[in-house]
């Protein structure tokens, strides 16, 4: 009718946890709004997850075509951010605490990562590692993503909503190595493996290198390790490009 959405067959802008704040809408087809104003938050995740679904699709790949819902306004308020498959469409639920979560790119980005990995690879997220790989390659989306507007602090992840005084971020160039600096910690784990991903990223060029960490994810099994993901990496670069850039 007369009334523009923030809706695609992708992701929608929702409500549907506290505080309740509607999701804009316009009687024209532009959504124009400064960062006092909610509605910055809503155009600013639905950009950003729009322009991924895109890219991710022209790479030939079907793990970005669920629909999620997202709710850019939630948490009551808290300083975090979560996707969860628990619900039809899944969801992402973005908090508002601190620097709100979807006036950062990073965090729109990461969060949606989840449901890629998800989509590619449903109920495989168990184990430790595994749940780190997973960490680690939201990190890696969104500084992959980040990296290609703009290379200022291209190795901090969350460079807008953290590296502040709310919490300090996180980083795509870590020099702690595995095996032996796992920690408890699946955010801390998952930075050894977005900084390896990255630094292929410097390698080989990012369309390469988002292309095979992709295709990674259709092989992705409960519990299973870094090493193991490392080695189906080599195995995606086997069937993408004939095994190019194992040894490049």
């Known amino acids: 009718d007369t009334t523009f959405r923030l809706e695609s067959p992708f992701v929608r802008v929702s409500d549907f946890d506290t505080p309740i704040i ?6 024209v087809p532009q959504f124009y709004f400064d960062r006092s104003q909610s509605g910055f938050e809503d155009v600013n995740a639905f950009y950003h997850i729009s322009t991924m679904h895109d890219y991710i699709h022209s ?20 300083d975090q951010s ?32 989840h449901s890629i990995s998800y989509t590619a690879s449903p109920e495989s997220n168990y184990g430790m590692q595994r749940n780190s790989l997973d960490e680690g390659f939201g990190d890696y989306l969104a500084g992959s993503y980040s990296r290609s507007i703009s290379t200022f602090n291209e190795y901090w992840v969350f460079n ?20 032996d600096s796992l920690q408890t910690s699946i955010y801390k784990n998952g930075e050894m493996w977005s900084s390896t991903i990255f630094a292929i990223n410097h390698d080989i060029g990012r369309s390469s290198t988002d292309s095979l960490i992709l295709e990674t994810h259709y092989s992705y099994a409960a519990n299973i390790s870094m090493a193991d993901a490392a080695q189906i990496l080599i195995d995606a670069d086997s069937v993408l490009t004939n095994g190019k850039y194992h040894n490049y």
């Open 59 to 78: 790479l030939g790949f079907n793990c970005a075509d669920s629909l999620v819902e997202i709710d850019t306004h939630a948490l009551n308020g808290a």
């Open 82 to 113: 979560y996707f969860t498959p628990a619900y039809i469409p899944h969801r992402i639920y973005y908090g508002i605490g601190g620097v709100n979560d979807c006036a950062a790119a990073d965090v729109c980005v990461h969060e949606w990562g």
């Open 160 to 179: 807008w909503d953290g590296h502040n005084q709310f919490w300090s971020g996180r980083v795509l160039n870590t020099c702690r190595t595995y095996p």
């Open 22 to 27: 509607a999701p804009v809408t316009s009687s």
